[in-house]
Structure formats: structure tokens, C-alpha cells
């Protein structure tokens, strides 16, 4: 059988695709209850969607409850370091998604393949950082008529979007599942909290217990990765600009401070802001022998390599995914080029905390495909009740149960007029 559009690494990894896509839906029960709604009722029947995700085996079952629910599936890379060849193969040849990525593809083909995924004419574009939503806005406006909305996965992304929203230059409805409780609570916090340290031991082979992690940025990510280095041994060192943050920081018992003032104290340091240049030449310059750099925000401007590139005597190469710079007489190591840690080393989130993303992501297409003509070209996040749904689902596959509310405990809490 001739197999879906595709451009993809090799065809051939498709057999180890399947058994990690198999594996990784193991611990992905509420997409699997979704995916198994979606086949009886087709909600997305019929409808073109291009999916600009990391493709890993987690998207993978993303993708395949997509197309379980009658949609038409396109997907390519959020970005060019984080798909897993694999898996790609396997969505063409067992699943017959159409897949444009392959891993360390250049900028131009990382484009080019967006531009693949836009030819689906999408009626429905899922996002994680909103490239798609940016490409359709600004190259591929003749598509964005047969658009009837967007979801958007990540919080760099939602930021983008709101400020297109803001400047009156969105052209159509996103919701913003990163905005979910059962998202941004579990996938920011604990998600990437163990992935990028997952990323940074496999990139290195370090000891975290007794070194100095300097974390910038205390936002969900932020939290959950101190709150996973400390539990490793790690002595931990937040950086923040938000003052209100930085409290919370050094109340949850970390250290904080300028970076300025961090940089000779660290050994490891992790960006994630999701702000331009956090860390510079001038830091660099300044950090101890052998410290390391990496960063876990979505985009790779974190860290400001051209200036450091330009500040350095040299740069090697000294083991995969590791750049030597030798700057200020010592040496210093950028992993995997800056781009997102735990997708470039790691295998990003695991599937037991992506299964609540995508379940949301899966219920935002559904919400959009019944509701787009209702909706604003605004920034619309889901209503509480998908999030309790989803946690009643989660806490049902881990045996988890919860107490009711009494009827008095139900009058009491809408009555205005009992006091002590
Ligand atoms: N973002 C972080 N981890 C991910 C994963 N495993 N799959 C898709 N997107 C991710």
C-alpha cells in the first residue's frame, strides 16, 4: 500500500517506533478513554489538522487519537532537535499520519517542513510555541480563511499569541491548553522538572548530588526542576525579576540572587524563563571551570551564544551534545546548542504526565470543532470542568479515590449567612 506524504529520516525505524509508541500509551490511560470515545463519535470528521509538535511517541499517541476522532493528520516538528526518528517512521507506516521532521534538521528545513504541514489547508492548526499560528500569519495568509481555530500547547507560545491578540492581529480563535490546571501544574512542574535533569545527566554523565544548580526562572518549570535537583543533593540557587517569585523561592527554602552573583557559585546552570539573553557573555566569562550551561524554556535564545561565541578563544566539540568554549581562561559547556535539554538529550516528559497535556489538547480540538463559530479571535483557555474530568480519570488509573461533599458541606458553602 502506497504510504502517506511524508519526509521523515528512514522508514526503516518504524518497527522500534511502534513498540515505544505502544509503551509509552501504557501510561497514558486518559487519552486512551478519550481516543476510544473519539472512535464511536467522530467528533473531528472530516477536518484537516496540522499538529506542530515534538514528535515523540507521547505525540504519537496524540496524533493517533486525532485521527481516531475522524480528523485528517499532519504533523511536523515544534522543533528541529526533539523528533524521534522512530517515531516519525511509525506514524507514516503503521499509523498512516503524515509526519514532516527529522531530527537535526536545519532551520531552512525545519521551515519547509511547516510549510508541508500548512499545505493540509488545516481547518483546525495545534501548536507548541505557535509557529504555525506565526507562519500562517505572516507567510501563508491566503490559508487562514479555511482556519477555524487553534490550540496551543506551551506557555512560550501562549505569551505570543495574547500579545498578537492584544495587537489586534490574531485572525483566529486559540485555546490556550498550557492554561489548564492538569497542564501547567503537572507537565511544567514535574514534567520538566525530571526531564531536563534526565537531559543534563544523559548529556553529561555528572553527579548532581553536591553540586550548586543554578536555576533561572521560577515559574511552574522553574519550581519543579529546583524542587527535583534539591531532591537529588543538588544545593540549589534560583535567579528571578519577579519579585513575588523570588519570595516564593527563597520561602520553598531556595537560595536567591542575581545572576551576576550566582555565576562564580554555580555548576550547572538551567534557563527556564522564556526570556532572550538570560545568560551572557559577561556570565560566562565569570563562571568556574567546567561549569555547564543548558536550557529547558522552549526557545533557544536563552542562553546568548552568538555573544559568547563571539567572547571565546574556541570551540570544541567534546562529546555529544556538548560545545567546549574556552572563554576568561577557562572552560565552559553549552549542551545540545542551547535548544531545549530534555527533548535534545532526553525523551522530554514522560508519557504518565503528556497523557494529561494531550488529553487536553484532544478536548481543545473537539471544543473548537463544535464551537469555533461561537468564538472571538481571541485567547480562550478550557473550562474548569475538562479539568476536572481529566484529574477524576487520572486519579480512577492510579486508584486514587477522593471524598463527596456532604449536603450540609454543599448549603454551607453557598450560604453567605452562616458565621460562627
Ligand atoms: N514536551 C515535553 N515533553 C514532551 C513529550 N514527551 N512529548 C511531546 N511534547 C513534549
Not at 481516531?68 to 498512516?96: E, F, H
Not at 542551547?338 to 504526565?353: D, F, K, S, T, Y
Amino acid at each position: 500500500m502506497a504510504l502517506v506524504k511524508h519526509d521523515i529520516k528512514d522508514i526503516k525505524l518504524a518497527k522500534e517506533g511502534k513498540q515505544k509508541i505502544e509503551w509509552a500509551e501504557r501510561n497514558m490511560p486518559v487519552l486512551r478513554s478519550i481516543r476510544e470515545r473519539f472512535v464511536k463519535e467522530k467528533p473531528l470528521k472530516g477536518l484537516n489538522m496540522a499538529c506542530c509538535l515534538h514528535v515523540t511517541t507521547e505525540t504519537a499517541n496524540l496524533a493517533r487519537t486525532l485521527k481516531a476522532g475522524g480528523a485528517n493528520v499532519a504533523v511536523c516538528a515544534s522543533n528541529p532537535l526533539s523528533t524521534q526518528d522512530y517515531t516519525a517512521a511509525s506514524l507514516v507506516k503503521d499509523y498512516g499520519i503524515s509526519v514532516f521532521a527529522i531530527n537535526g534538521e536545519n532551520n531552512k528545513t525545519y521551515y519547509k517542513h511547516i510549510h508541508q504541514a500548512l499545505d493540509f489547508k488545516p481547518q483546525i492548526t495545534m501548536d507548541d510555541g505557535a509557529d504555525l499560528v506565526s507562519v500562517l500569519h505572516s507567510e501563508r495568509k491566503e490559508l487562514i480563511e479555511t482556519v477555524l481555530a487553534g490550540t496551543e500547547e506551551t506557555t512560550t507560545g501562549v505569551i505570543r499569541l495574547r500579545a498578537m491578540e492584544k495587537d489586534n492581529a490574531l485572525r483566529f480563535a486559540v485555546v490556550a491548553v498550557n492554561d489548564s490546571k492538569t497542564k501547567h501544574f503537572f507537565d511544567n512542574r514535574y514534567g520538566t522538572g525530571q526531564s531536563t535533569l534526565d537531559g543534563v545527566i544523559r548529556a553529561t554523565n555528572m553527579l548532581i548530588s553536591g553540586s550548586t544548580v543554578v536555576v533561572a526562572g521560577y515559574g511552574w518549570c522553574g519550581r519543579g526542576l529546583a524542587m527535583r535537583a534539591q531532591g537529588l543533593g543538588a544545593k540549589v540557587i534560583v535567579t528571578e525579576v519577579d519579585n513575588v517569585k523570588a519570595l516564593e523561592a527563597a520561602m520553598d527554602g531556595f537560595q536567591v540572587m542575581p545572576m551576576s552573583k550566582a555565576v562564580p557559585i554555580g555548576d550547572v546552570f538551567i534557563t527556564v524563563t522564556g526570556n532572550l539573553n538570560v545568560i551572557r557573555a559577561e556570565h560566562a566569562k565569570k563562571m568556574k571551570d567546567g561549569a555547564i550551561i543548558a536550557n529547558s524554556g522552549h526557545f533557544n535564545a536563552e542562553i546568548d551564544i552568538p555573544g559568547i561565541t563571539k567572547a571565546a578563544k574556541s570551540k570544541t566539540n567534546v562529546r555529544p551534545m556538548i560545545e567546549e568554549y574556552k572563554i576568561g581562561g577557562k572552560r565552559i559547556m553549552i549542551l545540545a546548542d542551547g535548544r531545549l535539554i530534555n527533548l535534545a538529550a532526553a525523551e522530554g516528559h514522560p508519557a504518565m504526565v503528556m497523557d494529561m497535556s494531550f488529553a487536553n489538547q484532544a478536548l481543545a480540538s473537539e471544543f473548537v470543532a463544535k464551537s469555533y463559530a461561537k468564538l472571538e479571535n481571541k485567547v480562550y483557555t478550557l473550562p474548569d470542568k475538562v479539568d476536572q474530568e481529566i484529574a477524576k480519570i487520572k486519579l480512577k488509573s492510579m486508584g486514587i479515590g477522593v471524598d463527596k461533599l456532604t449536603k450540609e458541606q454543599k448549603v454551607y458553602l453557598n450560604s453567605w449567612t452562616m458565621g460562627t
